[in-house]
């Protein structure tokens, strides 16, 4: 096992998690099996009890764990399952010590932070990178191991004591440390200063850590003289200084990494160079590219409680994008903080209220995200009832579906006080309750969390057909209350449908509105399942059904499934052939019509789009009118994959 530490210096926020996610991607491109680690060094077990407004999402794992909202970076990056254990925390690790303190298996030696702490640690290191993440056999070739904070805290100082000790324990060849910094360009003189960085370094150095690569924040590329001076002061060859200027979106990140060689310095530090290969990334920089061609416009409006900060909703964002990307459109997302719909501002504040309708009116669809506490539920609700009233595409989830219930059985049922039971414990028609999977009686831990199965009731329904007509799907739940069985059968009679339930049939996982263009509720979060190239089906639902292609995108759905592209993208690594077909065939659906799916070979050429049917006995070559060129050119200039 290799490892790659990414560290930070001079300022928090560099972006050193999409940094070391970049690193991972790049390592796998490469043909290298990666998994990562994220240390936190606070001091609260997990992210769980942590608010999303002060901290960005908690991000949920298959296993259940409660993380940080980086390992979701890594999951999307490198399309990997981590563990909950693949989020250290300081709690977590002194949990583990104190833990062993008490069972007596320090044989009555005084507990220190060195060398027990930090021995916990390099042993927990050791352990979580052995375990499997992308579903092969056997352990990873890299494990990046990203130590948030900055060089410095108190807080990190035994992470900094324990990494010192495992890069000697490891060894020179099998440890490569990658310092992320900061070179800020001073306004007056516009020089690029390199002063903070050499700092930094020497507080590294100061700690028994020596880089073996800079990556330097900047806003424009950095001067040579400046990469001489650095490699002066720094110790680190001109070579393995890579800058990471700003760029027009994270995807061009990996693509910054290998334009400036960053794998072959990271390669060398690992004796990796014979076994690697080149960075394959065809299929990642037409995405990167197409993204920042992308000019017709689809508006979302995200209805939520903290919409102060975006990291709250990162993966429900960074969902929306993949599938606004994978349909061609650019993403809008217009946040409408569900309180300002509400009457009471109305009063309070007009001009707030108006502007928060006008958004909402002006949206193509509306999200409806997760949330805990009913404050802004009743704004929530009047968004909820103005999507399904007006046939605005509406996708509800966790906290939304129950919305969604709630809003239905008042509106539809006649029933005034419907409501959940966390907001309201005596209402008379309990339409969404708490129903814990343990113990009634034990409310610690009582939150359903992880992955848990929905097995599609029928067939006939859009979410079925966007999960490509499947009978059950897997994915990851973070809530305690549910929409109550005893009011499903009157629910139903008025016109909804739970379209998916768990096992027993007792737990209402999806619910949709057949009679909407696509008003569809979710227990589950789809959210933390969707990767760039691969978009979760039910987003991909809601920005199709936005933009009007609802239809094409069902009859597509089944089509890839057909032509066997279901495992596309970076999943399949190197070995794997990575399509962009299902994007062709998303915004040319009329000439893949006339094939009806029997095609061979799509390509393309300088003449245009080369559709081939062996079958068939045929090859069509299709012009690409400037219109659709626009926003696709480069994309299809990178086409180059043959079914
Ligand atoms: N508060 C709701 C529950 O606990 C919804 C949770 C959520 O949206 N994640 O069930």
């Known amino acids: 096992m290799k490892y790659v530490l990414v560290t930070g210096g001079v300022v928090s926020g560099l972006g050193k998690g999409v940094t070391a996610s970049s690193i991972g991607l790049i390592l796998k491109a490469c043909g290298l099996r990666v998994t990562s680690i994220k240390i936190d060094p606070y001091l609260n077990t997990d992210a769980g009890t942590m608010s999303p407004f002060e901290h960005g999402e908690v991000y949920v794992l298959d296993d259940g764990g409660e993380v940080d909202l980086d390992l979701g970076n890594y999951e999307r990056f490198l399309d990997i399952k981590l563990t909950r254990d693949n989020n250290i925390t300081t709690g977590k690790i002194y949990q583990s010590v104190i833990d062993k303190e008490r069972r007596g298996d320090y044989l009555g030696k005084t507990v220190q932070v060195v060398p027990h702490i930090t021995d916990a640690i390099q042993e927990w290191v050791e352990r979580v990178a052995k375990i499997p993440v992308d579903g092969e056999e056997g352990p990873a070739d890299v494990c990046v191991i990203e130590l948030g904070g900055t060089i410095g805290d108190i807080e990190s100082m035994p992470f900094i004591e324990a990494l010192g000790q495992f890069s000697y324990r490891v060894g020179a060849g099998n440890f490569c440390l990658i310092h992320v910094s900061l070179v800020p360009v001073l306004s007056v003189v516009g020089e690029q200063k390199t002063k903070p960085t050499q700092h930094s370094v020497r507080g590294l150095r100061g700690l028994g850590l020596a880089p073996n690569i800079l990556a330097c924040r900047s806003t424009t590329a950095l001067d040579e003289n400046v990469k001489a001076k650095l490699s002066q002061f720094c110790h680190v060859s001109a070579e ?18 290998r334009d400036q060689k960053a794998h072959e310095a990271i390669l060398k530090v690992l004796n990796l160079l014979s076994v690697a290969g080149e960075p394959c990334l065809e299929e990642w920089t037409s995405r990167a590219e197409l993204y920042d061609m992308l000019h017709e ?7 939520g409680k903290y919409t102060g900060l975006s990291d709250s909703y990162l993966s ?3 969902a929306l994008l993949h599938a606004s990307v994978a349909q061609g459109k650019k ?6 903080p569900a309180c300002d719909l509400e009457p009471e501002t109305a009063k309070e504040n007009p001009d707030v209220y108006n502007a928060a309708w006008n958004l909402l009116k002006a949206a193509d669809g509306v999200l409806v995200p997760g949330g805990f ?18 046939r605005i595409p509406f996708l509800g989830i966790c906290l939304g579906m129950q919305i969604a219930v709630i809003e239905f059985a008042r509106s539809v049922l006649g029933l005034k006080d419907a409501n959940s039971t966390e907001f309201d414990p005596n209402t008379k028609n309990p339409c969404v309750i708490f129903m814990p999977e343990g113990s009634t009686t034990h409310m610690g831990g009582t939150m359903r969390l992880g992955s848990r199965r929905t097995y599609f009731q029928v067939m006939d329904c859009k979410s079925a057909k966007l999960y490509g007509n499947r009978s059950f799907i897997d994915e990851r739940h973070r809530h305690r209350y549910e929409v109550n069985p005893n009011m499903v059968m009157h629910l139903e009679n008025s016109g909804l449908s739970f379209t998916g339930k768990d096992a027993s049939g007792q737990r209402m996982e999806i619910v949709e509105l057949p009679n909407h263009p696509y008003f569809v509720g979710v227990q589950f979060h789809p959210e ?14 809601l920005i199709a059904a936005a933009c009007g292609q609802l239809d094409s995108v069902l009859k597509e759905d089944r089509f890839s499934q057909k032509i066997g592209t279901g495992k596309g993208g970076m999943s399949n690594g190197l070995k794997g052939r990575p399509s962009l077909v299902p994007f062709y065939y998303r915004v040319f659906p009329t000439w893949f019509a006339e094939y009806q799916g029997h095609y061979d070979a799509v390509q393309s050429s300088e003449y245009g789009l080369v559709i081939g049917s062996l079958s068939k006995g045929l090859v069509h070559t299709r012009k690409l009118d400037s219109e659709l060129l626009y926003g696709t050119a480069s994309c299809i200039l990178q086409l180059r994959y043959k079914l």
């Open 373 to 390: 506490g009913d404050r802004g539920v009743q704004g929530k609700i009047l968004a909820t009832k103005y999507a399904r009233e007006n």
């Open 331 to 336: 993403l809008i997302v217009d946040w409408v």
């Open 240 to 257: 393995n200084i890579i800058t990471l200027y700003d760029v027009s979106n994270i995807w061009h990140i990996p693509l910054l990494l």
């Open 316 to 318: 429900v964002i960074k």
């Open 528 to 541: 933390f399942k969707s990767r760039p190239g691969k978009p979760s089906a039910l987003f991909l639902g």
């Open 297 to 303: 416009r689809v508006r979302i409006a995200m209805v």
